[in-house]
């Protein structure tokens, strides 16, 4: 008879919940607090029968509720959804590049490079900053050279879509060959700025950032393509919904996974395997209406 008589919920767990009511704003607060209090009763009760449906702690319940709270408050769901856009890496470009320039005084080192390199064009190097000018012309190189082959090894989608889909690309591309080899630059000229000792200074303003750089590079570019091949070619978003088909033992349905767009426009299938087929994408939009051409009736 003593389990079937509801008792209260410990003080700690209510006052958890009165701490987390606190972040729900104003105008819903005392309804989610009416409604979580329902909540932990009931969850109470079933956790000291010990049958409660959810294999949680009366902690993680707690912290389950500070979650839901916070996404009250906040707009996570929005902010998700502001992430897949387009203008997120546009915006995040921009700024990164913004502050690297009021970090570096104007992209200081950067274009020191740019004048030796202009006063090198035709000639042999004369002097210490020439020469420096020309060994990162030759790295640079020697990234992007490493950055197409990995590239070349993800094959990329380079046969569809449209200009805007096109232009989105190019931007990232663009941004990612100037914003990497600008902070590559301008970290290793900080770098041996502050390091007074000649050797540490080759080796952490020199050798270790141009490994990273090169790795950096490479990484960055694929990251370009593999993004862009998980964007709706129509609203440029990020697919998202993911849900994995086929097996990997089967050679007639090959292991895949389709992605959907959130706005309804589409959803696109990707290969999981080399030797699965070809990534799909199918358009869910309603065909335009036929056009009529003009001096013929239709009955």
Known sequence: MSDAVSSPPPAAARGLLGVASLLVPGAFRAEWRARRRADLQEYWDLYRRGDAPWEQTPFEYCSGMFAHAFAERFPVEFLRRAVLRPRFVVLGAMLAFLLTGLLTHGFSATLNLLYALISLTGKRPHDTREGVAAAHVVLISFALLVAIRLVALTRPPLHRYGWRYWSFLFFKLGATLVLVPVLWIETTFAVRAFISNASLSIILGGLLPSLIFIAALGCAITWCFSDQRRRCPVCLRRLSLPVT???????????????????????????????????????????????????????
Do not use: D
């Open 245 to 299: 088909t086929g097996s990997w033992s089967s050679m007639f349905e090959p292991a895949s996974t389709e992605f959907l767009c959130e706005e309804g426009h589409g959803s696109l299938i990707l290969p999981e395997n080399v030797q699965g087929h070809t990534e799909h994408w199918t358009s869910l939009g309603s065909p335009p209406p036929p056009r009529h051409r003009p001096g013929r009736t239709h009955k």
